[in-house]
Structures are given as C-alpha cells and as structure tokens.
C-alpha cells in the first residue's frame, strides 16, 4: 500500500563489506528524507534532498556514508566498509503535503551486519 | 539539538481504557508536533498532528493536546482497542520541515 518503495527489503552482509539501498520515492514529491531506527528506538534523521541537492546530512552520517539523488528521482544510499554498529532499518520518506511535515515512510531496509 | 523525551516508556490498558502519552521538548522552534504508530515489524505511519497555532485536535478517538509555553504534548486515545497495540513516537519539529526528532518511543499493550 506505500508510495515509497525501498529495495533490497533485507540484507546480511559480512563486516568491511559495502552495502548500497534503493528509494523510490512518491513520484511528485521534490523531497526525499533517509532515516535510521536501531532496535527498540525511534528513527533518527540522516539527510534529505531537495530534487538532486543534498541539503542537510545528520553528524550520523560518518564518512562511509554516502547518499545520491542522481535525477532528483530515486535516490541510494551507500554504505562502505560496514561495521555491527550499521545494524539498523534504513528508512526512506517522502511528504505527505507540500508544505507541512507529514512524512510517508518506507517499509524499509533492513541491514544485519555479521 | 532537539531533546524529546516521552513518557511512559511502556503503558498496559485494558480494551475500552482510556490511554495519555506525554511528550516533552526542547526546541521553542518547534511548529509542528506529530504522532507516529509503529507496528511491528511495519513502518511507522502517521496518526495524527497538530501545528502550533492550535491547542487541540482530535480524530475520532484519538486527540492530541499541546502546550507550547510548557513545551509538551500528548497522545490521548479513548475507548482502546487490542489493535491499539503498537509502539507510539512523538517526533517534534522546527524550521526545517521534514526533518523529525523522533522521542524513544512508548509501548502500548491493550489486553482484551
């Protein structure tokens, strides 16, 4: 029933690998906002773009981490070298509105990192 | 930074119970103060919100209640219900929209 699609849904990867998630947000929407919820909390803010600019990245967001909305469209997220503590469902949010703060998530993607 | 704590952590009700969920900030920016649930294992997904021009606002038999000089506001939800049971999260925010800082969350348990 979402707008936002994210791909893959799950992945296991072993640590120092890198890992690349897919967004697919609400087609007419000129923002798009990553998030990521560890267990038992809630989510917490990485970046967001407006079209192809990314317009704020969250302290979160380490060097490994890197973000891209090539066509202002879909947008991934890449993360290198991969430590336990990525461990985490990475969320994908369009709004809901054109000028208020309702987010429409994502089902999410959700990273195990051995 | 926004500091958003809520309270309680964990909240156990009967069905038809009344349940409150408090929500206190930090940011005097903050304009816009959400509700999310989130089920589990699903995305959470909005239920209600109020700007900061309004005290007050209810959805069938869910209200939520804001006081900015405070700087807090609720979740109330009338005449609970089993598939009440989820994890609830206030998320205020300020200048920039979209950009949520989600509180810890509450786990509401409704016993049939």
């Given at each position: 029933?979402?707008g936002v699609?994210?791909?893959?849904?799950?992945?296991?990867?072993?640590?120092?690998?890198?890992?690349?998630?897919?967004?697919?947000p609400i087609?007419?929407h000129?923002r798009l906002y990553?998030?990521?919820?560890?267990?038992?909390?809630?989510?917490?803010?990485?970046?967001?773009?407006?079209?192809?600019?990314?317009?704020?990245?969250?302290?979160?967001?380490?060097?490994?981490?890197?973000?891209?909305?090539?066509?202002?469209?879909?947008?991934?997220?890449?993360?290198?070298?991969?430590?336990?503590?990525?461990?985490?469902?990475?969320?994908c949010a369009s709004p809901m509105?054109?000028?208020?703060?309702?987010l429409f998530?994502g089902?999410?993607?959700?990273?195990?990192?051995? | 930074?926004?500091?958003?704590?809520?309270?309680?952590?964990?909240?156990?009700?009967?069905?038809?119970?009344?349940?409150?969920?408090?929500?206190?900030?930090?940011?005097?920016?903050?304009?816009?103060?959400?509700?999310?649930?989130?089920?589990?294992?699903?995305?959470?997904?909005?239920?209600?919100?109020?700007?900061?021009?309004?005290?007050?606002?209810?959805?069938?038999?869910?209200?939520?209640?804001?006081?900015?000089?405070?700087?807090?506001?609720?979740?109330?939800?009338?005449?609970?219900?089993?598939?009440?049971?989820?994890?609830?999260?206030?998320?205020?925010?300020?200048?920039?929209?979209?950009?949520?800082?989600?509180?810890?969350?509450?786990?509401?348990?409704?016993?049939?």
């Amino acid at each position: 029933d979402t707008g936002v699609s994210q791909d893959p849904r799950h992945k296991i990867t072993k640590r120092g690998q890198n890992v690349t998630f897919r967004c697919d947000p609400i087609s007419e929407h000129n923002r798009l906002y990553w998030y990521r919820q560890t267990l038992g909390q809630g989510p917490e803010f990485l970046t967001y773009f407006q079209n192809e600019a990314q317009l704020e990245k969250s302290r979160l967001l380490s060097d490994r981490f890197s973000a891209e909305r090539p066509k202002g469209s879909f947008s991934t997220l890449e993360i290198q070298r991969t430590e336990q503590g990525d461990s985490a469902m990475y969320l994908c949010a369009s709004p809901m509105g054109s000028a208020t703060g309702e987010l429409f998530f994502g089902e999410g993607s959700r990273l195990t990192v051995l | 930074g926004e500091n958003v704590e809520q309270h309680p952590s964990t909240l156990s009700v009967q069905e038809g119970d009344s349940a409150v969920i408090k929500c206190t900030y930090s940011d005097s920016a903050s304009n816009y103060f959400p509700w999310y649930k989130q089920e589990l294992g699903k995305r959470p997904q909005l239920i209600i919100d109020i700007r900061s021009n309004v005290g007050e606002k209810k959805d069938q038999r869910i209200a939520v209640t804001l006081n900015k000089t405070a700087k807090h506001f609720s979740l109330h939800i009338t005449e609970t219900q089993p598939e009440d049971s989820a994890v609830y999260f206030c998320a205020p925010s300020g200048t920039s929209y979209g950009k949520l800082t989600f509180g810890q969350g509450t786990i509401l348990t409704v016993h049939p």
